[in-house]
């Protein structure tokens, strides 16, 4: 069964930097494109980024200028580039990358990663 990988949280100080990864070793989705959200315990999920199978990207206005999402498609990963950190980026970040089955783009979903940034 194919697997979702997230990987790269970790623990920075404010204004720091952190790269996610998001891999799906062995697929590489033709027809959809990737979504990065982020979660806090009893809060509602939170649409941070997209890229579409192009390479169009998008990205909620409280991060925009700061992340940078981007993808090799020869290493079946999508990548999220966070500068300039804040607290209030603190959150689970989640992948979604999803696959395209019974006429439309279906979630699949990674276990998410972990980003804390203390002041």
């Known amino acids: 069964q194919v697997q979702l990988v997230e990987s790269g949280g970790g623990s920075v100080q404010a204004g720091g930097s952190l790269r996610l990864s998001c891999t799906t070793p062995g697929f590489t989705s033709a027809k959809c494109g990737t979504d990065w959200y982020r979660q806090v315990a009893g809060k509602q999920r939170e649409w941070v980024s997209s890229i579409t199978t192009d390479g169009s990207t998008s990205y909620a206005v409280s991060v925009k200028g700061r992340f940078t999402i981007s993808e090799d498609k020869a290493k079946d990963t999508v990548y999220l580039q966070m500068n300039s950190l804040k607290p209030e980026d603190t959150a689970k970040y989640l992948c979604?990358?999803?696959?395209?089955?019974?006429?439309?783009?279906?979630?699949?979903w990674g276990q998410g990663t972990q980003v804390t940034v203390s002041s």
């Open positions: 979604n990358k999803p696959r395209f089955s019974f006429g439309r783009c279906q979630p699949f």
